[in-house]
Structure formats: C-alpha cells, structure tokens
C-alpha cells in the first residue's frame, strides 16, 4: 500500500502546496450549521482509555475554541470493557464538562435493517442508563435527541414509522442529517498509517479527507440550492475520531471559509425544512436532503454524489480483508 505513495511524494507536494491557499467563500447570506459527533466515546472501540481521553481532550480544544454547540451521540456498549470503565465513562463526562450536550446512538450499534425493531428499542433503552445519570448529576435532565445508527431508518415505512413512534413516546428528537463525510473510512486508513509510523501516507488520507470533505460541502450546498433556492441551515455528521482530533481545526477553518456560523442542533431543526416528510424506506443511509427529494419531485442526480478516493476505498478494503 505504501509503495503506491511513495511513488509520487512530488505530486502530493504539490497538491498539498495548492490546498493551502485559502477557497473563496461560496454563495453570500448568512449560513448555518449544526456539528454532531457519533459513536462517543469513540469511534475505535478498541483504543485504550489513556488515549481516548487524549483524543478527547484535542477534540474538545477546537470544538470550545470554536464556539460549536456541538451534540455527541453515544453508544454506552463501549463503556464495557473490564478494568476500564470508569476512566471511560469519565472520557464522556468530558463533552458535558465542555458544556456540550450528548444523545443517544443505541447502546450497541444494531442496524434498524438487520434487527428485528423490537430489539432495536430495548438497544435504545439499555443506551440510556449512564448518560441520563450523568446528565441528571449535573441538573441537566435527560438525553432529547437520537440518531439511528448507520442513518438506517428502516426497510419499510411500517417500521419506519413504528420506530419513530416509539422515539416520540420516549420523548426523543430525530436528529437529521444533512452533509457528512465518510470520516470513519478515512479514520481507519488514517490509524493504520499512525500505527505504522508511515508519515506520507498520514499525509496524504489528511490531504484527501479535507479535499473530500470540501467536496461533500460543495455538492450538499449545491443539492439544497436546487431544492430550496437557499441554504438550509445544515447538520454535519462527523465521528470521534483520532482523524478529526487531528485534523478538526482544518475542518472549522473549511467551514468558517464557506461563510458558515456554528448553531445548536436545535436552532438548526427550527428551520422549517425539517418538518418536511421523509418517505424514504430502503437500504440505504442517506442524507435528508436525499429523503426530501426523494419524497417529493425528485430533481437530483444523486449519481453524481462524491465517493471517496479510489486510493482511500483500496485501503480501507485491504484493511477490512
Ligand atoms: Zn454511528
């Protein structure tokens, strides 16, 4: 894997050289976007705590040093891991000591697509046990938001709906997505070079994450322009990562370049697209953007989505191998 970078250090010099000069802003208006972070306390389940909390730590430098009202959806099956609990769940009490608000992401992780529903819901309620208690230690009631793992809503609208009945009785907010990117992938190939002390690859995936990242925007920007004639106040969905612990103040510049101001998830919800209906059911986990297009006249060449680079995806797959 290494030899095929190595073969072009001067190209990606150069590329690199040319990421650095600063975008123009795209489109003038004000610009809104709500930040979230999924699998708290970690993206890696298998990192040890010492440098969960060192991840932790960076990340949360740059989200209060921005001012990010961010929301951490948690997976509180990653708080079991013997002799460690604990520490972990001082690693999440963290995001609360930030002022940061947390939700629910399910206890384990199960796609709503290969799990019977009846078990998905017992996986939200087992999700709830420690976050609500450390949220209600501080006064600060219980967790209101959820994001469906994987964004898989469901196969059918039955279920779709049953399920949203379910997270309505439990007093749970929806939250949306609108624009993410694929960080987890880029994540995996990005700890694999770190482990292996490979500073040009680490290089590069930094390189091609913040490339691509400005790629999703530009494309997701653009999607809201057709379907709405305005950009709709967005969510991003990114992952605690080592990836984005590193590269996450690049990330902030990239959206503060795009003309973007950091609102809570629930002042991005206040726009009035997210009371639009979502009749997707189907495999995929997708963007609302897709839903709503998709639930209405459906103008999008959704074809024409970016994919990550070949280069990432080879990787990522020789990884999984
Ligand atoms: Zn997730």
Not at 73 to 83: A, C, H, Q, S, T
Not at 97 to 108: K, P, V, Y
């Amino acid at each position: 894997m290494r030899a095929i970078v190595r073969r072009r250090p001067v190209l990606w010099l150069v590329c690199f050289l040319a990421w650095g000069v600063p975008a123009l802003a795209v489109q003038g208006g004000p610009k809104f976007i709500a930040v979230t972070f999924d699998d708290l306390p970690l993206n890696d389940a298998g990192v040890p705590a010492s440098r969960m909390r060192d991840i932790t730590e960076r990340l949360l430098a740059t989200i209060t040093e921005a001012a990010m009202p961010v929301v951490g959806f948690v997976n509180e099956r990653k708080l079991d891991v013997i002799g460690e609990r604990l520490e972990r769940i001082a690693v999440l009490a963290m995001w609360l000591e930030a002022g940061l608000e947390l939700g629910n992401h399910t206890f384990s992780h199960p796609s709503l697509h290969h799990t019977p529903l009846v078990d998905v819901q017992k996986d939200v309620i087992l999700g709830e046990r420690v976050t609500n208690r450390l949220l209600a230690a501080r006064g600060r009631g219980r967790m209101r938001f959820f994001r469906h793992p994987f964004l898989r809503t469901g196969l059918t609208l039955e279920i779709k709906e049953s399920f949203e009945r379910f997270l309505a009785q439990r007093r749970y907010t929806i939250a949306p997505v609108t624009i993410e990117n694929w960080d987890w992938m880029f994540n995996a190939v990005y700890t694999a070079a770190l482990a292996d002390d490979d500073l040009v690859v680490q290089a590069r995936v930094a390189w091609e994450y913040l490339r691509f990242t400005e790629a999703m925007f530009d494309f997701h920007e653009r999607v809201s322009m057709q379907l709405f004639e305005r950009q709709i106040r967005h969510v991003l969905l990114l992952h605690a990562n080592e990836l984005n612990a590193e590269q996450m103040p690049e990330v902030v510049r990239l959206m503060e370049r795009r003309g973007y101001e950091f609102v809570s998830l629930e002042r991005a919800l206040e726009d009035s697209v997210y009371e639009l209906p979502d009749r997707y059911a189907g495999p995929a986990g997708v963007s609302w953007l897709f839903r709503w297009d998709y639930s209405a006249d459906r103008v999008i060449d959704w074809s024409a989505e970016p994919a990550p680079p070949a280069y990432i995806q080879r990787m990522y797959e020789a990884l999984s191998n």
